[in-house]
Nanobody, 113 residues
Framework: QVDLVESGGGLVQPGGSLRLSCAAS????????MKWFRQPPGKQRELVAG???????KYADSVKGRFTISRDNAKNTIYLQMNSLKPEDTAVYYC???????WGQGIQVTVSS
């Protein structure tokens, strides 16, 4: 059973934008905080942003002002709008529900000229 499916990654030039999506199953979406994590090459996985069921958000300092997390409760989907991308944003991005121990498959984001 696949509970989380990420999409929208790819290769982008520095300064560019990407929008990631994560579709979740209802049982792990409704009422739960959802988060985006990322794992840069050779580094540990780190929290990028989170959004609770009421829409309150939080961000890592490294992405504040550039990334925006949002959720569409009707579609059981969260998004991560990433603007002003930098090479150090290169990573595999994962979404996570606080209502599950499972992770999505991850999606590669590469920022390079």
């Amino acid at each position: 059973q696949v509970d989380l499916v990420e999409s929208g990654g790819g290769l982008v030039q520095p300064g560019g934008s990407l929008r990631l999506s994560c579709a979740a199953s209802t049982r792990i979406f409704r009422g739960y905080e959802m988060k985006w994590f990322r794992q840069p090459p050779g580094k540990q996985r780190e929290l990028v942003a989170g959004i609770n069921s009421f829409g309150s958000t939080k961000y890592a300092d490294s992405v504040k002002g550039r990334f925006t997390i949002s959720r569409d409760n009707a579609k059981n989907t969260i998004y991560l709008q990433m603007n002003s991308l930098k090479p150090e944003d290169t990573a595999v991005y994962y979404c996570k529900s606080m209502g599950s121990t499972n992770w999505g498959q991850g999606i590669q984001v590469t920022v390079s000229s």
